[in-house]
T-cell receptor
Framework: GQQLNQSPQSMFIQEGEDVSMNCTSS?????WLWYKQDPGEGPVLLIA?????ELTSNGRLTAQFGITRKDSFLNISASIPSDVGIYFC????????????????FGKGTLLTVNP | DGGITQSPKYLFRKEGQNVTLSCEQN?????MYWYRQDPGQGLRLIYY???????QKGDIAEGYSVSREKKESFPLTVTSAQKNPTAFYLC????????????FGQGTRLTVV
């Protein structure tokens, strides 16, 4: 299947620091989603992006849909201990791309640890 | 409350036994999905369904089976043919299949001994 390259794989930061992570692909995606997963739980949707160049915020989180449609970025400002978890990006090519390309493709996740 | 419910949370089975994982949603979503998650890996799609009585294989369907007899329910059976069934299984649903957000259940951790 298609691959999304998510980086970094893990991050160890101090409380109050800002965090950046990104996903890249060799293919164009028409939708980008960012999820957070707590240990032993299902992923929770944080931000959805539908237009190239779009910049969307959700509290301290900001995500951008890359202008080339091959990448997306997530930033967390002023991190707090409850930001700990795994962050996943997911992309969807959309039906216009043909066949079953409306399935979500997930990155492998970024494990975030926040030291109080 | 609207949402997706997976049960049970933890499941233990002996090798060679089939086991069925439950997934129910009351969001009135048309599309439902099953993913498998292994440590350090992203989510891999097992099966998905766009509508009642229809479902399609995902990327790793071998050793699994599903049914979609009701809009609200999409059970997954892990058969004895699945060579490495121990994993965290996640069910999700979305309004439609195309360009809409998927919402996840809390997952079922299956351990086969």
């Amino acid at each position: 299947g298609q691959q999304l390259n998510q980086s970094p794989q893990s991050m160890f930061i101090q409380e109050g620091e800002d965090v950046s992570m990104n996903c890249t692909s060799s293919s164009i995606f028409n939708t980008w989603l960012w999820y957070k997963q707590d240990p032993g739980e299902g992923p929770v949707l944080l931000i959805a992006l539908y237009k190239a160049g779009e910049l969307t915020s959700n509290g301290r989180l900001t995500a951008q849909f890359g202008i080339t449609r091959k990448d997306s970025f997530l930033n967390i400002s002023a991190s707090i201990p409850s930001d700990v978890g795994i962050y996943f990006c997911a992309g969807q090519r959309g039906q216009n791309s043909g066949g079953s390309n409306y399935k979500l493709t997930f990155g492998k996740g970024t494990l975030l640890t926040v030291n109080p | 409350d609207g949402g997706i419910t997976q049960s049970p949370k933890y499941l233990f089975r002996k090798e060679g036994q089939n086991v069925t994982l439950s997934c129910e949603q009351n969001l009135n979503h048309d599309a439902m999905y099953w993913y498998r998650q292994d440590p350090g890996q992203g989510l891999r799609l097992i099966y998905y369904s766009q509508i009642v009585n229809d479902f399609q294989k995902g990327d790793i369907a071998e050793g699994y089976s599903v049914s979609r007899e009701k809009k609200e329910s999409f059970p997954l059976t892990v058969t004895s043919a699945q060579k490495n069934p121990t994993a965290f299984y996640l069910c999700a649903s979305s309004m439609f299949v195309v360009n809409t957000e998927a919402f996840f259940g809390q997952g079922t951790r299956l351990t086969v001994v």
